[in-house]
């Protein structure tokens, strides 16, 4: 196992567009997390699967945002209508049942709305 | 709501100098405390953590103690090298053990 990927790594797209990002978990992790990283600061908590349950959302994922995990597998975090504000880091983690503090991060995916 | 507090950068040091990067808390109930490490072009990683209050988190040199009466969980490290040269972020668990953070120390350390 390689660790978390996320696919694309970067991502450009006009306002108004839709985008998917991809995060590929630890395959035995059934902890997966959302967070969002804008330059200069720490990564802001956006959303948190235990396996296919979207257990938690943060306010600060509006209705344009929208995050599933099919089968508890793999996730998509989705954004229509993109609007600037969205440019970001978008970073997914995974961690295991037996360790809640086990993290690993990904790589993550920079998206610029232009 | 819960919240993390860090030092503002950057930190620029010498070789060998001493390193300390505060982080102070506010928290309901008992979280876990985190030091998350952030080097050029690459993701985060865990640099040590503490779980309960007294706890001394250590690894590559770096620790930090849990202080619960000064709410505190400042790292250090006795002498930083070149290659430390990143953005440290303080972290806590929230409810579902997700991670809120600082907004991160950028150290530069200089031969």
């Known amino acids: 196992d390689t660790g978390v990927s996320q696919n694309p790594r970067h991502k450009i797209t006009k306002r108004g567009q839709n985008v998917t990002f991809r995060c590929d978990p630890i395959?035995?992790?059934?902890?997966l997390y959302w967070y969002r990283q804008t330059l200069g600061q720490g990564p802001e908590f956006l959303t948190y699967?235990?396996?296919?349950?979207?257990?938690?959302k943060s306010r600060l994922l509006s209705d344009r945002f929208s995050a599933e995990r099919p089968k508890g597998s793999f996730s998509t975090l989705e954004i229509q209508r993109t609007e600037q504000g969205d440019s970001a880091m978008y970073l997914c983690?995974?961690?295991?049942?037996?360790?809640?503090?086990?993290?690993?991060f990904g790589s993550g995916t920079r998206l610029t709305v232009v | 709501g819960d919240s993390v507090t860090q030092m503002e950068g950057p930190v620029t040091l010498s070789e060998e100098a001493f390193l300390t990067i505060n982080c102070t808390y506010t928290?309901?109930?008992?979280?876990?405390l985190f030091w998350y490490v952030q080097y050029p072009g690459e993701g985060l990683q865990l640099l040590l953590k503490?779980?309960?209050?007294?706890d001394k988190g250590s690894n590559k040199g770096f620790e930090a103690t849990y202080r619960k009466e000064t709410t505190s969980f400042h790292l250090e490290k006795g002498s930083v090298q070149v290659s430390d040269s990143a953005v440290y972020f303080c972290?806590?668990?929230?409810?579902?053990?997700?991670?809120?953070f600082g907004a991160g120390t950028r150290l530069a350390v200089h031969p």
């Open positions: 983690a995974s961690s295991p049942r037996s360790d809640a503090y086990g993290y690993t």
């Open positions: 395959s035995e992790h059934n902890r």
């Open positions: 699967f235990q396996n296919e349950a979207q257990l938690e």
């Open positions: 928290a309901t109930g008992y979280p876990s």
């Open positions: 503490a779980t309960k209050a007294d």
């Open positions: 972290a806590l668990t929230g409810g579902y053990n997700k991670l809120i």
